[in-house]
């Protein structure tokens, strides 16, 4: 089972940048699909960008140029840049497999943009 490590968030004014980092346990991780998911208060939680093991991505159109998933297989961890952040980024992001795992959902890291 995939156990996952968020962190990297943060306080940040719109227009600000930050850098996610999800740390992998597990012995597949070159061969599995991951997402990046957020959850803003009083909202469900959405996938908001998926790296395949190719290293092929695709992203939500709310962050579609804004931000950038990426992997380090040497390293078993996953990346999500975030650029031009806006006040409606505020959530916790959580890292997961792609499609997500019920049982392998983290902490998660709080992303707050201030405007």
């Known amino acids: 089972q995939v156990q996952f490590v968020e962190s990297g968030g943060g306080l940040v004014q719109a227009g600000g940048s930050l850098r996610l980092s999800c740390a992998a346990s597990g012995s597949t991780f070159s061969i599995s699909a991951f997402g990046w998911y957020r959850q803003a208060p009083g909202k469900q939680r959405e996938l908001v960008a998926v790296?395949?093991?190719?290293?092929?991505?695709s992203y939500v159109g709310s962050v579609r140029g804004r931000f950038t998933i990426s992997r380090d297989n040497a390293k078993n961890t996953v990346y999500l840049q975030m650029n031009s952040l806006k006040p409606e980024d505020t959530a916790v992001y959580y890292c997961?497999?792609?499609?997500?795992?019920?049982?392998?959902w983290g902490q998660g890291t709080q992303v707050t943009v201030s405007s």
């Open positions: 790296v395949r093991s190719g290293g092929t991505t």
């Open positions: 997961n497999l792609y499609p997500d795992f019920k049982d392998s």
